[in-house]
């Protein structure tokens, strides 16, 4: 979990290792940038025999200048002992035989021998391991450019962003064509407009305008000249599934706008039908509310939408509509050059 630092003594750490648990890498560094305690600690003090004393006995502690002699010690205030830092949080197998227990699992507390056996560990093939992938751990938490994890997630963010844009611009082509009622498609759909085509193939006003745009927007030319063939977005499928996308758009705001009304959530439907050039019946289904507090009327060409509302919860109304402040009666017939 980025940024989560749980645990402040390296001998949770440990327990967490021992147990297998992840340790994340914001919760290494923190062992790592706080294996010093601070200048006011004092070091617990453990009394050694010491024949050359006249007390018998000889007073040792942990010493701040190990820390510095040896940069991969931690200090653990709570088991007042030491951990090799890169054995315990970037473990590496032995070549030969196991391990050792002390300073990886647990605590190294012999005061007397300290600096002779961390000497001694800094030999040991394994820990030369660790501390190589400690080193390279900390170079790149202090390079957040060169985290592998950073690359991978700025490059797919950048991927991304690109296809955001391409297809922004594929969306806005179909909102033209859609706004200004032109067929998107003509007898050939197939292919990518910058193919060559033949002139007397018509490739349809949508692929037409994808083509035209292309010549300037960079990014939808790059698209089309590189993308795999399954997926240009560009297709009859797609050209479907992103006008469903934006009619499920339009709808949705429609129906928010109605039931967000001031004057409770009433609409009217008017439908009226003509036959088109084929002969074919054509039915033509308008929506009227009141947007805002306004009086100003929306009128939107709709197909499903009344029947979208009501199941919303919104109240057909088809005679007038109520205004709560100053109580006038707006007439739903009246004032159609106002609506949009
Ligand atoms: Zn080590």
Not at 276 to 301: F, P, T
Request: net charge positive; aromatic share 8%; with cysteine.
């Amino acid at each position: 979990m980025p940024g989560a630092v749980l645990m402040t003594d390296i001998s949770e750490g440990v327990a967490a290792m021992n147990a297998k648990r992840t340790v994340s890498d914001e919760q290494k560094a923190y062992f790592i940038n706080n294996r010093v305690p601070g200048t006011a600690f004092q070091f617990p003090a453990k009394q050694y025999k010491d024949k050359r004393r006249p007390s018998g006995f000889m007073s040792r502690h942990c010493c701040s200048e190990w820390f510095d002699k040896f940069d991969f010690v931690g200090y653990s205030v709570a088991m007042d002992g030491i951990f090799c830092l890169s054995c315990v949080l970037f473990p590496m197998p032995a070549h030969k035989g196991n391990r050792a227990n002390v300073l990886i699992t647990s605590p190294y507390q012999n005061w007397k021998d300290a600096q002779a056996d961390l000497t001694n560990h800094t030999t040991l093939q394994y820990h030369l391991d660790s501390k190589d992938k400690m080193n390279a751990f900390l170079q790149t938490m202090d390079k957040p450019r060169c985290r592998v994890d950073q690359i991978l997630s700025q490059g797919a963010r950048q991927t991304v962003e690109r296809n955001r844009r391409f297809l922004e611009s594929i969306i806005r082509c179909l909102e033209l064509c859609g706004r200004h009622g032109i067929a998107l498609r003509g007898h050939r759909d197939d292919g990518t407009p910058l193919e060559d085509t033949n002139m007397s193939t018509n490739m349809g006003n949508f692929k037409a305008l994808i083509k035209l745009v292309s010549r300037t927007d960079e990014d939808l030319k790059k698209h089309l000249q590189s993308c795999p063939k399954t997926a240009t977005y560009i297709s009859k499928t797609t050209q479907n599934d992103l006008l469903q996308c934006i009619a499920d758009f339009v709808q949705g705001k429609i129906v928010e706008e109605v039931k967000g009304q001031a004057a409770g959530s009433y609409y009217a439907v008017i439908a009226d039908k003509v036959t088109d050039c084929s002969n074919w019946e054509q039915l033509g289904i308008v929506l009227r509310y009141v947007k805002d507090n306004a009086k100003d009327y929306r009128r939107r060409n709709c197909r499903r939408l009344a029947w979208i509302l009501t199941n919303a919860g919104a109240r057909p109304m088809m005679a007038q509509v109520t205004w709560p402040e100053n109580k006038e009666v707006l007439p739903i017939n009246s004032s159609l050059k106002s609506c949009i």
